[in-house]
């Protein structure tokens, strides 16, 4: 699975959740599990602590099932790694990145004047630059690695002076899927320390 299906399957795990009424009360005075611990440290390693700690976390099962782990206070969203990936992938989104990555996915321009920012800190799989809709690598659709980094999106056409090179240096911050609707820029980090898969379930 590369990072745009983690992205989908994060866009689409918050835009269900968002879609609930609520999350019953009941689930969040209960005593957290040895599980749900390890799904709000996993999730809260996509974000910088200032951003995870008041974020909310959801957790998405194996069969799909989208869960509120924690209601947060700020308009981010972080999910855990995804145990379908080679490496890890724990992300975390604000309101503005949601409404793009939905646009995205259901191939509809992105809404206008909302640009959104998105955290994967600990990491991201491979994607194609150039194809947003790819699932592997293909002899001309630019398949690149990405490590740590930050995405800024639906900020199309205010990413002038950036590279836009189908095949980017993704050591430096780049453009990705340029010339789409769903171009955003994607900026490289450093951490302080190499992260691993999150063993859970």
């Not at 490590?147 to 056409?157: C, D, E, I, S, T």
């Amino acid at each position: 699975m590369n990072r745009h299906h983690t992205l989908a399957w994060f866009a689409c795990s918050v835009l269900s959740v968002a879609t609930l009424s609520s999350v019953s009360a009941q689930q969040h005075t209960m005593p957290r599990s040895s599980s749900d611990q390890e799904i709000i440290r996993s999730a809260m390693a996509a974000a910088p602590p200032a951003i995870a700690k008041d974020a909310t976390i959801i957790d998405v099962s194996k069969e799909g099932k989208i869960r509120s782990v924690r209601k947060g206070t700020n308009n981010f969203t972080c999910m855990a790694d995804n145990p379908s990936t080679p490496g890890p992938d724990p992300m975390c989104g604000d309101e503005n990145a949601m409404a793009w990555a939905q646009a995205w996915i259901e191939h509809k321009d992105p809404p206008a004047g909302k640009v959104g920012f998105m955290y994967m800190l600990a990491g991201g799989t491979d994607a194609s630059n150039t194809d947003p809709y790819a699932q592997q690598p293909e002899p001309n659709n630019n398949w690149v690695k990405t490590g740590p980094h930050v995405m800024v999106v639906g900020a199309k056409g205010m990413m002038e002076g950036y590279p836009r090179a189908a095949m980017p240096d993704t050591s430096r911050p780049y453009v990705m899927w340029a010339g789409t609707p769903y171009e955003h820029l994607m900026l490289p980090v450093q951490t302080s320390k190499p992260m691993g898969k999150t063993a859970r379930r």
